[in-house]
């Protein structure tokens, strides 16, 4: 599909999410200004600094991969790469706009593109596998819990409809798409080491930001268990993957309000003023990146 015809139906989907988030804002804001006010400074630094921390370990999952692989990259390099691709991704208008970011440095530098290529789609599957696995807390409260009225009906009414071509696209895509990924994964299933190192810094990633969420709840008086943040927010992760927005900006937000409200238990405006955090406080993160994109486009070839 050419880049103009996909990136249209994304347009009109961020519009449409953000058009609601800006209706429920609006709805609410004086107790969304207020939960905002309860996390303080203190709340604020705390969650910052653990989504830092989400932000280098992501930093460490790619740079056990690329060395696995035999890349002689050097801890600095998978810093600045990383970061210039979490700092890109907040402006590019793709899902994958960081990691064509980090391909192009990566390539830049002298490396087989091949397998770096190789190895952000390994990088992806590992980040989706990690989260898969926290996936079953969320199950498990949503099944104990009754789906609301209004958005069963909604679902039950409106859904199939409008989801069955692209449900048609997605299958269809998936199936030209399963072959590369096992080819992408085959060089890392032969070395489980580097995977299992991988994947033990997703879950260091998972940790921070879960803890992170969990720091604004408490600073705004909601009393929500860690594991509950982990299931609420491992069911809104997946839904955002689907490419129905730029970055997914709007629609995580509305996914992360929707399941901490009805499954999480907390307040709306609550849901509402930790999305809005959860979306600052990572590009406040990727900061540093901008400092490296420019090294990056002048850097010289090995």
């Known amino acids: 599909m050419p880049p ?17 988030l800006v209706f429920w804002l609006l709805q609410n804001w004086a107790e969304v200004v207020e939960s905002l006010q309860k996390v303080g400074w203190a709340g604020l630094l705390a969650a910052f600094g653990l989504t830092l921390m989400s932000r280098l370990s992501t930093v460490g999952r790619w740079h056990t991969l690329l060395r696995s692989a035999d890349v002689p990259i050097r801890t600095r ?22 990691d064509l970011v980090r391909f192009a440095g990566g390539v830049r530098l002298g490396f087989d593109g091949a397998i770096v290529a190789a190895s952000l789609v390994a990088d992806r599957l590992v980040g989706m596998a990690g989260m898969a696995t926290a996936l079953p807390l969320g199950l498990y ?27 048609d696209w997605a299958w269809t895509r998936f199936l030209k798409v399963w072959h590369s990924l096992l080819l ?19 879950w260091g990633n998972m940790l921070a930001v ?3 969420v969990w720091v604004l709840f408490q600073r705004m008086g909601e009393s929500i268990p860690l594991w509950l943040v982990a299931g609420c927010w491992a069911m809104s992760y997946f839904p955002t993957l689907l490419p ?4 997914g900006m709007g629609v995580q937000e509305l996914t992360l309000t929707f399941f901490f409200v009805n499954y999480g238990g907390v307040s709306l405006p609550s849901a509402l003023a930790m999305a809005a955090l959860m979306r600052l406080l990572p590009a406040l993160a990727s900061l540093p990146g901008a400092f490296f994109v420019p090294g990056l ?5 090995k």
């Open 77 to 98: 390099q998978s810093l600045e790469l990383t970061f210039a691709g979490l700092f890109a991704a907040n402006f590019l208008p793709t899902t994958v706009g960081g």
């Open 210 to 212: 879960f803890l992170a």
């Open 244 to 247: 129905v927005s730029i970055n």
């Open 141 to 167: 409260q949503l099944l104990r819990t009754p789906l609301p009225l209004p958005a069963a009906t909604a679902v039950s009414v409106t859904l199939p409809p409008l989801l069955r071509r692209p449900a």
């Open 184 to 202: 992408a994964l085959q060089l890392w299933l032969s070395r489980p080491r580097g995977l299992l190192m991988a994947y033990l810094f997703t």
């Open 4 to 20: 103009g015809k996909n990136l249209l139906p994304r347009l009109l989907g961020t519009l449409i999410a953000a058009g609601l």
């Open 297 to 301: 486009l002048t850097a010289n070839k």
